[in-house]
Nanobody
Framework: QVQLVESGGGLVQAGGSLRLSCAHSGRTASVGAMGWFRQAPGKERDFVAAISWSGGDTTYADSVQGRFTISRDNAKNTCYLQMNNLKPEDTAVYYC?????????????????WGQGTQVTVSS
């Protein structure tokens, strides 16, 4: 099994920044591409960003393009989401996800493993 643990969430003012981290453990050989999703109250869990195993391929939702950056450090078994110029509409629980194939993918159904989530709240 693979365990994913997110950290770095919190309360920030609009225009501020946060960096989320996702550490994976367990059967790390099963971890290929990774991604971030978010879920606001009363809404579905939406794609935010994804990164291939090598880190050479990334993809973003239109709503975060140019503001968020996904990266990973395979030596540390960790994936990051740098969030800049945060807006109140970015408020949500952010979930880390992983899948065994190496290519980045934007769909929830592509991911086998999920973290418990970390709350991000952006005040106006």
């Amino acid at each position: 099994q693979v365990q994913l643990v997110e950290s770095g969430g919190g309360l920030v003012q609009a225009g501020g920044s946060l960096r989320l981290s996702c550490a994976h453990s367990g059967r790390t050989a099963s971890v290929g591409a990774m991604g971030w999703f978010r879920q606001a109250p009363g809404k579905e869990r939406d794609f935010v960003a994804a990164i291939s195993w090598s880190g050479g391929d990334t993809t973003y939702a239109d709503s975060v393009q140019g503001r968020f950056t996904i990266s990973r450090d395979n030596a540390k078994n960790t994936c990051y989401l740098q969030m800049n110029n945060l807006k109140p509409e970015d408020t949500a629980v952010y979930y880390c996800a992983a899948r065994s194939p190496w290519g980045a993918a934007p769909s929830r159904s592509n991911y086998n493993y999920w973290g418990q989530g970390t709350q991000v709240t952006v005040s106006s």
